[in-house]
T-cell receptor, first 114, second 115 residues
């Protein structure tokens, strides 16, 4: 089954404690993105990757890091989480222009930073 | 820069009534257009998309949307609402380019269906 998986689905942590949210896709997509969803703001892109070892900032990259060492995986790293990073996070992948940039989403990770 | 607006952050309809969710975009060139649905505690899934050709697009679960270039709109409709349609709906656009570009999402509309 074609899918994007994320782990964990729910995470409660404290300010400053480093965390990683994993993302994996099995569709051989070149492009992957991380979004955060906040009420009234829709989805905002944090980072994206166009291929292995190629990443770039999205609209709200501050406080986040990513890496793309393998095509299927695109982890999101919060080195020192703060309460304003409490949000719902989605990983997505796409085949790109060949598929009109249609995004395929993971189930989401709800993060709470105390 | 492209942008997407969705009129009404929350819409309530009675079961069996028409569903109309509004989406307008700003772009000098008509982009690719998408509607996504998000059910509670789930990720977003594609309802339908417009890329080229017929301007009335049919999607899953009885939804359809019509691209109107003159109005820069892509409103989502369903003739008869069902309780299972209660969800968050996002309109999104992506530029027509020969290379990858990001998708821009609207703020979302939460649909409630009243029995």
């Amino acid at each position: 089954e074609a899918q994007v998986t994320q782990n964990p689905r729910y995470l409660i942590t404290v300010t400053g404690k480093k965390l990683t949210v994993t993302c994996s896709q099995n569709m051989n997509h070149e492009y992957m993105s991380w979004y955060r969803q906040d009420p009234g703001l829709g989805l905002r892109q944090i980072y994206y990757s166009m291929n292995v070892e190629v990443t770039d900032k999205g609209d709200v990259p501050e406080g986040y890091k990513v890496s793309r060492k393998e095509k299927r995986n695109f982890p999101l790293i919060l080195e020192s989480p703060s309460p304003n990073q409490t949000s719902l996070y989605f990983c997505a992948s796409t085949a790109g222009v060949a598929d009109y940039n249609e995004q395929f989403f993971g189930p989401g990770t709800r993060l709470t930073v105390l | 820069a492209q942008s997407v607006t969705q009129l009404g952050s929350h819409v309530s309809v009675s079961e069996g009534a028409l569903v109309l969710l509004r989406c307008n975009y700003s772009s000098s060139v008509p982009p690719y257009l998408f509607w996504y649905v998000q059910y509670p505690n789930q990720g977003l899934q594609l309802l339908l998309k417009y890329t080229t050709g017929a301007t009335l697009v049919k999607g899953i679960n009885g939804f359809e949307a019509e691209f109107k270039k003159s109005e820069t709109s892509f409103h989502l409709t369903k003739p008869s609402a069902h309780m299972s349609d209660a969800a968050e709906y996002f309109c999104a656009v992506s530029p027509r380019k020969t290379s990858y570009d990001k998708v821009i999402f609207g703020p979302g509309t939460s649909l409630s269906v009243i029995p």
